[in-house]
């Protein structure tokens, strides 16, 4: 989301209602209400149109231009590559799958004997951008403390919320593979379980019969439950394949922007539908 869109909008709210009503703003709202103040004025013509089948319809496909055109010049307005993404891909050691319209997204690599399983990169570090959405409500206060924070800190502050991760590692001539279920967090991955399939096909795949299958099976303990000594060894492997804080950094800055990007087409297909 962009912080056009939640400066307006907290801005908006602050001045009509009660602090117990802004407790209760959207997610998205309150995501990026923290970000960038950028000062923004608009005009709304409340015009009726002449599209769709109904009386509200007018009203709404007006309010949907009004967003777009926000949201678009905030796009506009920023590089069509932004410079987090092009130091990351300077690095040259993850490839990034990213379709648009979709929620997951995949970074892929290579390593020693870890390489290509059925065409696909054996490491798979997979997230997805539903966590920014489903984040949890915060208090007005602590939105507030957070809003005045320089903007140095402004980094810290859009990221203190987990972002769920999911990391499968097959070999080549092996048939099982090692799944690892983590969250990222301030520039930290936190593993949650990690699992070995013997069917790394059945690892890797995202079907609902694979899904079914495996919800079965013995998926190991929960990490912190592991040896000390053990927990170290396993977060040193992670490490050694590029599972580390710069991916961990990384994650939800992509995250952020793929989901304004998407918010966008997504204010363009249902201001379509409504129109038509």
Known sequence: ???????????????????????????????????????????????????????????????????????????????????FLKKFKEQNVWEIEDLPLHDEVTLSRKFGNEKFVNTFRSLRLMFSIVDIRAEEEEDFEGEEAVAEEDEDHEHEALNVYPLRASLSITKDGITGALTVDMSCQEGQFMVDNVSFYRDGKLATELTAEADWKRRGLYMGPQFETLDIGLQEELEKFLQERGVNESVALFIPEYAEWKEQAEYVKWLDSVKEFVDA
Do not use: H, I, W
Not at 10 to 15: D, G, I, L
Not at 48 to 77: I, P
């Open 1 to 83: 989301m962009s912080a056009v869109r939640a400066l307006r909008q907290f801005s908006a709210v602050s001045s009509r209602v009660s602090c117990a009503r802004v407790a209760g703003l959207s997610a998205r709202s309150r995501l990026a209400s923290v970000a960038r103040p950028v000062a923004v004025s608009r005009a709304f013509s409340a015009s009726a149109r002449t599209s769709g089948q109904g009386t509200t319809d007018g009203a709404l496909s007006n309010k949907l231009s009004e967003e777009l055109k926000y949201e678009t010049q905030a796009v506009e307005a920023a590089p069509a590559v932004p410079e």
